[in-house]
């Protein structure tokens, strides 16, 4: 059974920072793309960040270019999510998610249960 546990998530000022990981058990990881969702109330869920099964390549939204970095161990396999400046519409449920191949869709074979960000003004 594959599962993908996020951790680190919690209440920080507006131009503070977070660290969130997420620890999968489960299914090969470095055969996996592995990347960030999230979700703010009453809006869709968007896609943030993604990182390649080599961790050579990464794709980013434009609303965190810059200021949130994905990397990952594959040794623990555990993907990371950095996220520097944050802002208020940085507020959300982060999901991580995993499959085999790297994409910004929806469509991620497996996803975590979501960490909450709350970022204060």
């Known amino acids: 059974q594959v599962q993908l546990v996020e951790s680190g998530g919690g209440l920080v000022q507006a131009g503070g920072s977070l660290r969130l990981s997420c620890a999968a058990s489960?299914?090969?990881?470095?055969?996996?793309?592995m990347g960030w969702f999230r979700q703010a109330p009453g809006r869709e869920r968007e896609f943030v960040l993604a990182?390649?099964?080599?961790?050579?390549?990464?794709y980013y939204a434009d609303s965190v270019k810059g200021r949130f970095t994905i990397s990952r161990d594959n040794a623990k396999n555990t993907v990371y999510l950095q996220m520097n400046s944050l802002k208020p519409e940085d507020t959300a449920v982060y999901y991580c998610?995993?499959?085999?191949?790297?994409?910004?869709?929806?469509?991620?074979?497996?996803w975590g249960q979501g960490t909450q960000v709350t970022v204060s003004s």
């Open positions: 990182i390649s099964r080599d961790g050579f390549t990464t």
């Open positions: 998610t995993a499959d085999l191949g790297m994409h910004t869709t929806h469509t991620w074979r497996y």
């Open positions: 489960g299914l090969a990881f470095s055969g996996y793309a």
